[in-house]
């Protein structure tokens, strides 16, 4: 499989504008992001082999370009586009972030940072002299997006809108099992407390058991609160996940647990990732105290006793 990108993305723009959020936060979702990289070294980069690690997959590329990359130079960039786009094996877009002089002023003078085209002059002579250097790229990018209004939260918004990719942005989901006795998950965003289930551990021919035995899983699936409750988590869960994908949270860590972390926690991580692959997700699954052995100190006391 060539390793060469499908879609590159040139983000350029006023210095100040936000490259900097737009590349981390398509780096978040799954693209490959490269900053000032002087522009006669783009075809060495197409054609080099993948990260280790990346090998079978292609991302597209976000190639950040500005006042601050060597050899900066508008009408070259523009000539190297085009002749890169005649070769017809890549989509390459441009997009360019503008924003207005006095706002651009104000978050110099926050930061304290000094302009790059300015360095011993008020930022406002930096701006305007990039705005200028910069005119023939802003009018010949085919995306723009004025910063004016916007902070970096609702920038990222914007960018991840439009340049998630299928297969590529969505977070990697994890669905823990586990038992509170030995405790929590230190990387779990949500838990599920399954000890209001009746527990197989008190039933002599299941105590030795797991969850993934299906007499077990039988015996956990017939309490009467059992149905209902894990049809509304699923529900949530359907209705939660995409939603992290969309805030560019790269990890979601699902756990459910019960006492010792055998039993009932068990099944249930299994039936609810079960639920997540029939709804597309591809979540791992990780029983964490299924080796454990089973002590009555830790369970407690049978219902009803």
């Known amino acids: 499989m060539s390793s060469a990108p499908p879609e590159i993305l040139l983000v350029t723009g006023l210095s100040g504008a936000g490259k900097s959020t737009v590349l981390k936060t398509l780096e978040d979702l799954g693209w490959e992001v490269v900053d000032n990289l002087p522009l006669p070294l783009l075809d060495r980069l197409l054609s080099a082999p993948p990260p280790e690690g990346a090998e079978g997959i292609t991302r597209p590329l976000a190639l950040g370009v500005g006042a601050r990359t060597r050899d900066f130079d508008p009408a070259t960039i523009v000539a190297q586009v085009d002749r890169l786009r005649a070769r ?7 997009l360019f972030l503008d924003c207005g002089t006095e706002e651009l002023a104000r978050r110099y003078d926050e930061t304290r940072r000094r302009h790059p085209l300015a360095q011993d002059r008020p930022a406002r002579d930096g701006i305007e002299r990039e705005r200028e250097l910069l005119a023939p790229l802003k009018a010949w990018a085919n995306r723009l997006i004025d910063t004016t209004g916007l902070n970096a939260n609702g920038l990222a918004q914007q960018i991840r809108a439009a340049f998630s990719r299928v297969g590529l942005s969505e977070a990697t989901l994890s669905v ?3 038992g509170f006795a030995r405790g929590l998950p230190t990387d779990a965003d949500l838990v599920f407390d399954m000890r209001f289930l009746r527990n197989p551990h008190w039933d002599p021919a299941l105590k030795p058991g797991t969850g993934l035995d299906p007499d077990v899983a039988a015996y956990v699936a017939a309490d009467p609160a059992y149905e209902e409750s894990l049809r ?8 939660l996940v ?4 969309v805030e560019g949270k790269p990890y979601v860590s ?3 647990g019960c006492t010792g972390g055998r039993h009932r ?3 249930v991580a299994d039936r609810v990732a ?3 692959r029939e709804a597309g997700f591809s979540p791992t699954v990780i029983h964490r105290d299924l080796a454990a052995a089973p002590q009555d100190a830790l369970e407690g006391r049978p219902a009803g006793q």
């Open 254 to 256: 699902i756990a459910f």
């Open 265 to 267: 926690s068990v099944h």
């Open 176 to 178: 823990t099992s586990f």
């Open 242 to 245: 995409p939603r992290y994908g």
């Open 274 to 276: 079960t639920r997540l």
């Open 232 to 239: 509304r988590i699923e529900e949530l869960l359907l209705l």
């Open 88 to 94: 017809g094996r890549h989509e390459i877009g441009t």
